[in-house]
């Protein structure tokens, strides 16, 4: 998910980070770095204080990315004090960088995750990602605690597109609610243990992009 998502910031980033004065060219990567890890991160922290229903409500609605949203509000704020303190921006230039980026990378995110021909990010592997349930493209989450009678995996998916036509049962047959499956899934969240290849601890995202970043 990150390589993905840093080349996405990347490739919409041009008036807000490549061509922005306030940044020296020279710290373009490190400014896409500090907005895929304020992302990332803030996806991570949502979850893991219970917000799956928002994280999978931004996702089922390509409107649902502006700065009112909580997640977006927060990922904003995390991003602009990250611009404040590695390259000394005043507030008003970081919140116009942020306001203006975050809710236009979500929204780009949204849309090719919700795209079937676009198989460059998928809920599932974005979620099993954040939460560190063992997944491949494509393939249900695997939640750590999961009832066995729910087979151990959850197709974030389908939630998704209930959410959407506004069902809140995963399955539609009454036998685990988000709420539940909230309480999990925070229990698992941001503890480095992703299953997916993406290993998140020690130095944290930041480390990871750092190949990406040179």
């Not at 893991?48 to 089922?60: A, E, I, P, R, T």
């Not at 399955?171 to 992703?194: E, F, P």
């Amino acid at each position: 998910m990150l390589e993905p998502l840093f080349k996405l910031v990347q490739q919409e980033s041009v008036t807000e980070i490549i061509d922005n004065p306030a940044i020296p060219n020279e710290h373009n990567n490190h400014a896409v770095g500090l907005a895929t890890d304020s992302i990332f991160n803030g996806l991570q922290n949502s979850l893991s204080s219970g917000g799956l229903k928002d994280v999978l409500g931004m996702f089922g609605n390509n409107n649902n990315v502006s700065a009112k949203n909580p997640v977006v509000g927060g990922i904003i704020e995390n991003l602009v004090g990250s611009l404040s303190s590695k390259f000394g921006l005043d507030e008003k230039t970081a919140s116009g960088i942020a306001k203006s980026l975050i809710p236009n990378i979500l929204g780009k995110l949204v849309s090719k995750t919700n795209d079937p021909s676009d198989s460059s990010f998928d809920i599932n592997s974005i979620i099993g990602t954040l939460m560190g349930g063992a997944t491949s493209q494509g393939s249900p989450v695997e939640i750590p605690g999961l009832q066995n009678a729910q087979g151990g995996s959850v197709d974030f998916g389908s939630i998704v597109k209930n959410l959407s036509s506004g069902s809140l049962d995963s399955n539609q047959d009454g036998s685990i609610g988000l709420d539940d499956l909230s309480g999990l899934i925070a229990k698992v969240s941001g503890k480095g243990n992703t299953q997916t290849g993406e290993k998140v601890s020690g130095g944290g995202v930041m480390d990871m992009l750092k190949g990406l970043m040179n």
